[in-house]
């Protein structure tokens, strides 16, 4: 069913998230809907239509809805901070969405051409994640992700974990296999290097001139080579006038990262564990930035935007799908704790 108008669809899903008695719909509980309803016109238009379906004529697709629901004035200054880019651009709606179903697989391109990626569904704790589909009747959406209540269905936390390219090991398995394989040189510090900074607070303290990894612990430092940056493995040997090096590519760095960042900083009191609290009818999540990109785009997936916060960002999810996604992740290694909503 393609829905006659942009109403038709925002009914349907504030109906869905907040009961079919709520008689007065909130300003955000309104936002979130039409987030929701955005995003479900787009994949219905590439999922129904029988002609060439382009990035362009999906964008559109959302954008008319956006612009039919008047949403676009709240969202457009809201931007996610980035910890390796520090991009701030704030961003049209259409192209968060777009971007978004795009890096978690929703669709691929052939060509100029996009089509809908395979049916898959996927299910865990009663929840189960759905990809490769339009609006179907019963399908519910938790941020733009689609899912269906399955109470008698096997609970696979590892498949869905593969579903959006999550490894199967801890960040901490990931580090220490990368490290093993390494091969270091020696080398000498020199004025034009910088160091990862295990203490930072913000994304202009990432990288510092201080070396702050001694005996043999392992890090990352970059140096500006010709306008541009090269990576580095590195620990220090027993005299701080040594360091023994290991080349990085640069893509590769851009993939492993995070997975470094993630596990270094819990051994130097970083703030690494991922807190929520219910809030009314949803969950609000509070999330390290420097997580890595396959799990951020699974969780930005199934919730909605709120705010930046430093190095956090914070989201809000329907409370029974970030129960299963809790449980997905937390069998890799990751941390929750639940606190008060006040603490967030």
Known sequence: MFFSSPKDVLAVIISELFGNNNSRTTLFQYQYAVYSAASMHALTSLYESSSKVTSSVILGNIKKVVEALDFGKWYKNLVQTDLLTQDLTPRNIEDVIFDIYKRAGFFYQREDRLFLSEYKEVSVNGIAFIRGTGYQQNLRMSGAGIYLFVEDAESEPSKLRDMFLIPQNSNADFNSCLISNSVFTESKPKNDMEYFNP?????????????LFID?????????????YRYYLYKTGPFANKIFICPIDN??????FKRFVWDICSKFQQENVITYAKANELILVKIPSFMPDEEITFLSLYSWQRTD?????????????????????EEIGYVFKRIDISAI
Do not use: H, M
Request: aromatic share 18%; hydrophobic share 45%; proline share 2%.
């Open 199 to 211: 203490f930072f607070k913000s994304n202009a303290d990432v990288w510092i001139k201080e070396n």
């Open 216 to 228: 043999e612990e392992v890090s990352f430092l970059r140096v500006n080579e010709k306008n541009q």
């Open 251 to 256: 893509e590769v760095f851009y993939s492993i």
């Open 309 to 329: 916060k430093g190095i956090f960002f914070e989201r809000l999810f329907v409370p029974r799908v970030f129960d299963a996604i809790k449980i997905t992740l």
